[in-house]
């Protein structure tokens, strides 16, 4: 099946036909994005059932400031899915790219060594965004409409997954990445630190919605 339509674009139904297919793109990351953009959608949401009710007025303004800053995410990592999508069809042409003569093996591994680099580089953009739309489920848990908290918690999960699955998919392109690349030093120690942000983050979030779930 060839890569042509916009991921973000297709219907839900299709979309998972061309992801259960033999296809390798679109795959992990790009659903790992499309992960984290529902669960900003989720935040937002909450926000919009918050926004306005009397209940809730000494939060308005900072749950307004929630709001924009979840459709912004949303919308940055449907970018980055079709984004990861791709760098990988790239990499898949690189590889595809014929080795017979020597200037022919130079100009595939020049064009692997790019498409490499951006395999590993989205991904790990969209576990940055998915972390911030993490800390913006764990700002609207406690303070969002309360009827709406178990979808603040789902918000969290999903985009717990996102950034885990982002942060699997940087993994296992590096090693495939030049020696001279910098990413290969400088991602290690990140993806350390975006883990530790997963756990913190999904597990406070997850603590503000048990606690508002308990009958008042």
Do not use: C, F, W
């Not at 099946?1 to 674009?9: E, G, I, R, V």
């Not at 992801?19 to 679109?26: A, Q």
């Not at 979808?151 to 982002?166: E, F, I, K, N």
């Not at 979030?205 to 008042?216: E, F, G, K, Y």
Request: glycine share 4%; charged share 25%; proline share 6%.
């Amino acid at each position: 099946m060839a890569y042509s339509d916009k991921l973000t674009d297709l219907p839900l139904h299709t979309l998972l036909d061309r992801l259960s297919s033999s296809d390798p793109v679109p795959g992990g990351g790009s659903v790992a994005a499309i992960a984290g953009a529902m669960g900003a959608a989720l935040v937002a949401m909450v926000a919009e059932l918050t926004i306005g009710r009397a209940d809730y007025s000494e939060h308005e303004l900072t749950v307004r400031e929630l709001l924009a800053a979840a459709l912004e995410r949303r919308q940055l990592l449907l970018a980055l899915a079709e984004e990861d999508a791709s760098a990988y069809q790239s990499v898949v042409a690189a590889r595809r790219m014929p080795r017979e003569t020597e200037p022919q093996r130079e100009a595939r591994a020049a064009a692997l060594r790019t498409a490499m680099i951006a395999a590993a580089r989205v991904p790990l953009q969209v576990a940055n965004v998915a972390a911030e739309v993490l800390e913006l489920a764990s700002r609207i848990a406690p303070i969002g409409n309360r009827n709406a908290v178990s979808d603040a918690g789902v918000a969290a999960q999903l985009s717990g997954a996102a950034l885990r699955g982002a942060l699997l998919n940087v993994r296992i392109n590096l090693p495939y990445l030049p020696a001279d690349e910098p990413l290969r030093e400088s991602a290690p120690p990140e993806l350390v630190r975006l883990e530790a942000i997963a756990d913190e983050r999904e597990r406070a979030a997850l603590a503000a919605v048990d606690a508002r779930l308990l009958p008042s």
